[in-house]
């Protein structure tokens, strides 16, 4: 799965994706090994189910830190997105396919209103603008794509359609739903721009993070002004925050469990003065909200579940006699046969049912797999 981080420029992207990429000591076997240098490894989490079965994991894909397991999916930083994109402006189109190739979307935008369309210094600028510039952008873009299919009549419209939006990662039962809910007949401009924004709603959920929520004193005030505005999902962060934690972290200066900030050496006067002000976000929201807007992207928006296939299920072992090593991330709809082919094609080709390792019931092959759900794949 890959996420993008789109928005204007200087509203702290890059400051979100080191965040969320950040190399961590405790963090090992990563399975992606072709990172471009604009796109990293981050993690979504969930609760490690040793504690429910009573054993002791041994990670293999996805570490497990205090009880929780990290599991790895794409993040794509990209520059800074200006009005005109979608017809070439800025780093415009190569830029916008690249954001397309994500499976969903976080949306940075500066909540401060510190800076303004451009990126330099203001007060009071309002987001809603970059909002609707953003949206607008991706939509056109979207819809120019679209707007090259070759309509003539006879075809199967969605087929014709589909030749293009693959290219984008728009699957072909959205291209379909979108086709009937719309009850398109014809590709023209205000027929692509509606099937755009219908095809982006399915595929690419958009999640908008307000950054930067340790600069404002009326952050809820901000957040529901924008909500009136807008159809989509607003969440709050302070990426520069999450960073400096997880680089303290790193170092081995501080511990983040259960919410709380934990001193694991003795700070010098700044180092302490740092991670005051953090501990003071923390207080005041909780977290600093970057984990938390992650996992509601994936989990939430998109859907997704977390599996953890093992071969014995009474030792919940893989063939190594590693206890629960691999956590899967796997599409809303995906079946124990899905899982099955993303073990091994051997395995897909031998699949002979599938077994919930908790209950011992074997699960029917065509009910999507629980999140969370530990089991084994029979073959
Ligand atoms: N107060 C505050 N500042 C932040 C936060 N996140 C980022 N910044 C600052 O915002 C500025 C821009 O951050 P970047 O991460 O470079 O922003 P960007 O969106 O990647 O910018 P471009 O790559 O130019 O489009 C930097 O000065 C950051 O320190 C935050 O959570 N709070
Ligand atoms: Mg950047």
Known sequence: MKIGIIGRTNVGKSTLFKALTLEEVE???????????????GYVNVICPEKDFN??????????????????????????????????????????????QADAIIEVIDISGNTDSSGNKTKDFDPAIDVEMVDNEIKRWIASII?????????????????????????????????????????????SIKMASLMMKKDKPMLI?????????????????????????????????????????????????????????????EQEKAINIIDNIIKKYGSTGVKEALNHLVFELKGYKVVFPVE?????????????????LVERDATPRDVAAMIHTDVAKNYKGAIDCKTGLKIKNDSPVKNNQVIKILV
Request: some cysteine; proline content about 4%.
């Open 312 to 328: 014995d299920e009474k030792k919940l072992t893989d063939g190594f006699g590693r206890v629960l090593p691999d956590a899967y």
């Open 147 to 191: 707007s090259r299919s070759r309509y003539l009549g006879k075809e199967d419209i969605s087929d014709v359609i589909f030749k293009n939006v693959s290219g984008i990662n728009i699957k072909y039962s959205t291209v379909k739903e979108v086709v009937k809910e719309l009850a398109i007949k014809e590709i023209n401009d205000e027929t």
């Open 209 to 269: 993070l307000c950054n930067k929520m340790d600069a404002v004193p009326d952050l809820d005030k901000r957040i529901e002004k924008l909500k009136e505005k807008f159809d989509y999902e607003f969440m709050a962060c302070s990426a520069a925050a999450e960073l400096t934690i997880k680089e303290a972290e790193k170092n081995g200066f501080v511990h983040f469990k259960d919410g709380k900030l934990e001193r694991t050496k003795e700070l010098s006067g």
């Open 55 to 100: 054993v002791k994991c041994t990670p293999h894909n996805a570490p497990c830190i205090d009880g929780i397991r990290f599991v790895p999916i794409n993040i794509i930083d990209v520059a800074g997105l200006v009005e005109g994109a979608s017809e070439g402006k800025g780093l415009g189109n190569k830029f916008l396919n690249d954001i397309m």
């Open 27 to 41: 963090i090992e076997d990563r399975p992606f090994t072709t990172i471009e240098p604009n796109k990293g490894v």
